[in-house]
């Protein structure tokens, strides 16, 4: 998807807005208006979306790689569990054959 011209423009313009609260100033976002956080936190704040994507993919990433490792051990589980099965079939079979 392409961005364009005017995007561009606003997001500069958005963190150009942003630099004007660097700190706790005891005022209201710069960019929304609102009472409760500032610029840096804010949700209109590209550059904090981008951030926080970048956070969220880090995230996510950590997600699936522990997944992988609860797959990965009720795999080997699986696997002994297996095992085990097989190694009761032959010693039932040793000892069919040795009766
Ligand atoms: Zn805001």
Request: net charge neutral; glycine share 2%; proline share 1%.
């Amino acid at each position: 998807m392409l961005i364009t011209s005017l995007e561009y423009r606003i997001a500069l313009e958005n963190i150009t807005q942003a630099m004007t609260q660097m700190q706790p100033d005891d005022r209201c976002c710069v960019l929304c208006g609102d009472n409760d956080h500032q610029a840096w936190e804010c949700r209109t704040n590209v550059l904090r979306a981008a951030l926080n994507e970048k956070i969220l993919k880090k995230k996510v990433a950590r997600y699936e790689s522990a997944l992988q490792r609860i797959r990965d051990l009720d795999y080997s589980r699986a696997a002994v569990n297996m095992s085990a099965v097989i190694a009761v079939e032959i010693a039932g079979k040793a000892l069919d054959d040795k009766n």
